[in-house]
């Protein structure tokens, strides 16, 4: 596609279930990354891909959060047993490779609400 | 680890004015790069502007330019000839360079929320 893609655009749930939120990154991308947004902060880091495998999975909160990237494109972030402060807004980003100031395209997020 | 810092939580401006938006950092590294993201309510960030370290010379792109202070890791974003759809949230955010896993990760700052008035 054009841009990176994020679906879906909004998800409500119930406090300690689980979801899933899916991304699409811009074609060709091996580099995407997931990043957490609270409301009126800046995005916080949670994961990097480079290609298949996660190069840095440094900034995942515990361990209820999981990424995935099977076969190098789609990813898709998931939370089991949810809780109220896992309500934001996530956002995905990818770039051609994670070097140097390549610039990093994000998608318009998921916004997650828990309740 | 690194930190982004910008301490203007809220900016306003005239249309057709300038106004500049403050950032600093704190990093150990030497080599980086500094970045200065626009967030409409759309939610989409988008760059406005980039900064390579080992550049002396401060980045421009048509009406957004940077200061950039390497020695005092400040990095501020100037709007010249402020349009209403420049309204937004914008982010200052730092890349390291330096490789290993960590290189790719963006470091953001908590953001300034720019209004333009007609």
């Known amino acids: 596609g054009a841009g990176v893609s994020q679906t879906p655009s909004n998800k409500v749930t119930e406090k300690g279930k689980y979801v899933e939120l899916r991304c699409d990154p811009i074609s060709g991308h091996t580099a995407l990354y997931w990043y957490r947004q609270s409301l009126g902060q800046g995005p916080e880091f949670l994961i990097y891909?480079?290609?298949?495998?996660?190069?840095?999975d440094s900034g995942l909160p515990n361990d209820r959060f999981f990424a995935v990237r099977p076969e190098g494109s789609v990813s898709t972030l998931k939370i089991q047993r949810t809780e109220r402060g896992d309500s934001a807004v996530y956002l995905c980003?990818?770039?051609?490779?994670?070097?140097?100031?390549?610039?990093?395209?994000f998608g318009q997020g998921t916004r997650l609400t828990v309740v | 680890a690194q930190t982004v810092t910008q301490s203007q939580p809220e900016m306003s401006v005239q249309e057709a004015e300038t106004v500049t938006l403050s950032c600093t950092y704190d990093t150990s590294e030497s080599d980086y790069y500094l970045f200065w993201y626009k967030q409409p309510p759309s939610r989409q960030m988008i760059l406005v502007i980039r900064?390579?370290?080992?550049?002396?010379q401060n980045a421009t792109e048509n009406r957004f330019s940077v200061n950039f202070q390497k020695a005092a890791k400040s990095f501020s974003l100037k709007i010249s000839d402020s349009q209403l759809g420049d309204a937004a949230m914008y982010f200052c955010a730092y890349r390291d360079v330096a490789g290993g896993t960590s290189y790719g990760k963006l470091t953001f700052g908590q953001g300034t929320i720019l209004t333009v008035h007609p």
């Open positions: 980003a990818s770039s051609i490779h994670g070097r140097g100031g390549t610039e990093a395209f």
């Open positions: 900064q390579e370290a080992y550049k002396q």
């Open positions: 891909f480079q290609g298949t495998g996660a190069a840095d």
